[in-house]
Nanobody
């Protein structure tokens, strides 16, 4: 059973930074790709960033130039470095992995105060 555990969320002032981590219970090399999604109150869950097993990345337009997704295969962990945070980045952030299906973490709250 695949488990994804997020950490690193919290409360930060606008303009600040946070780094989210997603630790997988097994090798992340097994997945075709991994990513981060977020869901703000009253809104649909949206893709924030994704990284494939080959290292290709893509980002939502709203976070390009501010967020960076990366992976450490040896630690079975994917990261999301978030800089220049804005109040509109406030949401629950979910780790996602996919191969033949999708797997989700439990989510971590990010709150950006203005």
């Amino acid at each position: 059973q695949v488990q994804l555990v997020e950490s690193g969320g919290g409360l930060v002032q606008a303009g600040g930074s946070l780094r989210l981590s997603c630790a997988a219970s097994g090798s992340i090399l097994w997945f075709s790709g991994m990513g981060w999604y977020r869901q703000a109150p009253g809104k649909q869950r949206e893709l924030v960033a994704r990284i494939t097993s080959g290292g290709s990345t893509n980002y939502a337009d709203s976070v390009k130039g501010r967020f960076t997704i990366s992976r450490d295969n040896a630690k079975n962990t994917v990261y999301l470095q978030m800089n220049s945070l804005k109040s509109e980045d406030t949401a629950v952030y979910y780790c996602n992995a996919y191969k033949f299906g999708e797997y989700w973490g439990q989510g971590t709250q990010v709150t950006v105060s203005s």
